[in-house]
């Protein structure tokens, strides 16, 4: 009947979709890469930027007041000007490699693609932060999550509340929402990773233990 044709269908679709996300995905693995970069690039320049303004801030504060030490200041060469053309420039780089791979036109490509950013910044985090087990893993997620991801793009959480079987409490918190802040945005990007973080390292803990039993 009807329902039976309709599952066909949705299940062709699928298989096409999972298809097509199989020749999209080296390209996807390199694009989440330069994402990470992206990503890391422009968190640099915020965070960045955002001394950098506060020390011009306090610069001109000091010359209002007439304190000598504001011109001192203004003269001496600045870190956080110098971390913003960092951060400027790595973002650069990233959407340039980016720019070269098109766009991925099947879920599972976006989610390779996704899934590649998130491995590549967790590998990267995991060589400044030693820490260990699944703590270890939150909080490299946390950063991973925080920092290599746009604020404002949807995540997990909004795949998720789009299944009523699946929503929950927790999910529609995290959500991305256009109203947020890109400092909401982060917070909420690194509550998730806290949990993306663990429950990786989780799994990589599982498959280490049955590779040595096995051996």
């Known amino acids: 009947g009807g329902g039976g044709e309709s599952e066909s269908s949705t299940l062709s679709s699928v298989l096409d979709d999972i298809g097509t996300g199989v020749v999209e995905a080296p390209g996807a693995v390199a694009r989440g890469a330069a994402g990470a970069v992206a990503e890391t690039g422009q968190s640099i320049k915020e965070l960045a930027g955002s001394a950098n303004r506060g ?5 001109e504060q000091l010359k209002a007041d007439g304190n000598p030490l504001g011109s001192i200041s203004e003269m001496l060469p ?9 951060g400027k420039g790595i973002e650069w780089a990233g959407e340039k490699a980016k720019g070269l791979i098109p766009d991925r036109q099947s879920v599972t490509g976006n989610i390779v693609e996704n899934v590649s950013q998130f491995v590549t910044g967790f590998i990267g985090t995991g060589k400044f932060l030693k820490l260990k087990g699944v703590t270890g893993g939150m909080a490299k997620g946390a950063v991973v999550d925080a920092f290599m991801f746009d604020p404002h793009q949807d995540r997990l959480s909004n795949l998720i509340e789009n299944y009523p079987t699946f929503a929950n409490p927790i999910t529609e918190m995290l959500a991305a929402d256009k109203d947020d802040s890109a400092a909401v945005g982060r917070l909420k990007n690194a509550a ?3 949990l993306l973080g663990g429950a990786l390292e989780a799994m990589i803990a599982t498959v280490r233990g049955i590779r040595a039993k096995t051996k």
């Not at 020390?55 to 610069?59: C, D, E, G, L, N």
């Open 55 to 59: 020390r011009k801030a306090a610069i």
């Open 78 to 86: 600045s870190s956080a000007a110098a971390g913003e053309a960092v």
């Open 192 to 194: 998730e990773g806290l």
